[in-house]
């Protein structure tokens, strides 16, 4: 069974940085796009950031230039360096995992990238709370 654990939350101030990690439990690591998505209670669930298999990377506009995501395939994981915070980004974090992306099929692979339906398998969540 495929697994997602993310950690690296916390509380932390305005202007602060963290650094988000994801494993997954899967030996063809490589293989998979992984994706960030965040949460705020009694919202929809909204795309962060993705790294495609071929270590192509997209961003959400709110989190370009602070927000970095990055893979290791030899550890099988997965990091978001978040620097910069603001209370906006105040939310719950998922990572994400996907095993079909196959750009050359996709007129728009980005909106596909940034699609949560897309994505196979979800790890628990990690809160990021920043205070002003």
């Known amino acids: 069974q495929v697994q997602l654990v993310e950690s690296g939350g916390g509380l932390v101030h305005t202007g602060d940085s963290l650094r988000l990690s994801c494993s997954l439990s899967?030996?063809?690591?490589?293989?998979?796009?992984l994706g960030w998505f965040r949460q705020i209670l009694g919202k929809e669930r909204e795309f962060v950031a993705a790294?495609?298999?071929?270590?192509?990377?997209y961003y959400a506009d709110s989190v370009k230039g602070r927000f970095t995501i990055s893979r290791d395939n030899g550890n099988n994981t997965s990091y978001l360096q978040m620097n910069s915070l603001k209370p906006e980004d105040t939310a719950v974090y998922y990572c994400?995992?996907?095993?079909?992306?196959?750009?050359?099929?996709?007129?728009?692979?980005?909106?596909?990238?940034?699609?949560?339906?897309?994505?196979?398998?979800w790890g628990q969540g990690t809160q990021v709370t920043v205070s002003a």
């Open positions: 899967e030996p063809n690591f490589g293989s998979y796009t």
């Open positions: 994400a995992a996907n095993q079909d992306y196959r750009p050359v099929y996709l007129r728009n692979p980005s909106m596909y990238l940034m699609d949560a339906d897309e994505y196979d398998y």
């Open positions: 790294i495609t298999w071929s270590g192509g990377t």
